[in-house]
């Protein structure tokens, strides 16, 4: 059975810092993982799409690598704004599986 | 693209009640799927659909019902509501579970049973 964890569970750094978010799962035959940010009461925002074929996507100040071998991914912040404070989750779907969802990193960036 | 959404927004239901949760999506997406989320417990699959007139339970599936008439939409059904179904609840969609297929999520709706 899929399992995804992600530390650290909370997060905080002062503005303009570069942050690391790390998602693991332990089942590495994935179709694909991907990264969300939640702001609280609200839904689920798809940030960056990995595919199992890939190793790595990038959107703006965001980029997520995926290391299958080793069942990691990370997502990587740069230059982190107070805006980007959420809960970021990541989720991860094997071979015609269900998708599984880590726990959440909830960030705090301050000014 | 209104994309996923869902209706209502928020609820509240006595003990013993039904409802049913709406979810509809503009994306001719085949998969379409609930989820609840509580604190602690993270996000947990309730049910799913990979097409219209095709559904399957997921992890926490009791108390629950949907069924797919049609590929947009996807309804949620609490029978007899149950304090312990209090919780906010989550519709998605994508084109599948394959390879590429990225998940969109509806804004939720949030269901407190007393």
């Known amino acids: 059975k899929q399992e995804v964890t992600q530390i650290p569970a909370a997060l905080s750094v002062p503005e303009g810092e570069n942050l690391v978010l790390n998602c693991s799962f332990t089942?590495?035959?994935?179709?694909?993982l991907q990264w969300f940010r939640q702001d609280p009461g609200k839904g689920l925002t798809s940030l960056l799409l990995?595919?199992?074929?890939?190793r790595e996507q990038t959107s703006g100040r965001l980029n997520a690598s995926l290391d299958k071998s080793s069942g990691r991914s990370t997502l990587y912040i740069a230059a982190s704004q107070p805006g980007d404070s959420a809960t970021y989750l990541c989720?991860?779907?094997?071979?015609?599986?269900?998708?599984?969802f880590g726990p959440g990193t909830r960030l705090s960036v301050l000014p | 693209n209104a994309g996923v959404t869902q209706t209502p927004k928020f609820q509240v239901l006595k003990t013993g009640q039904s409802m049913t949760l709406q979810c509809a999506q503009d994306?001719?997406?085949?998969?379409m799927s609930w989820y609840r989320q509580d604190p602690g417990m993270g996000l947990r699959l309730i049910h799913y659909?990979?097409?219209?007139?095709?559904?399957d339970q997921g992890e926490v599936p009791n108390g629950y019902n949907v069924s797919r008439s049609t590929t947009e939409d996807f309804p949620l059904r609490l029978l007899s509501a149950a304090p312990s179904q209090t919780s906010v609840y989550f519709c998605?969609?994508?084109?599948?579970?394959?390879?590429?297929?990225?998940?969109?999520f509806g804004p939720g709706t949030r269901l407190t049973v007393l």
């Open positions: 998605a969609s994508s084109y599948g579970l394959a390879e590429g297929n990225e998940q969109f």
């Open positions: 089942d590495s035959a994935i179709y694909n």
């Open positions: 990995i595919q199992s074929s890939q």
């Open positions: 989720a991860v779907n094997n071979y015609g599986q269900n998708f599984v």
């Open positions: 994306m001719n997406h085949e998969y």
């Open positions: 659909s990979v097409g219209a007139g095709i559904t």
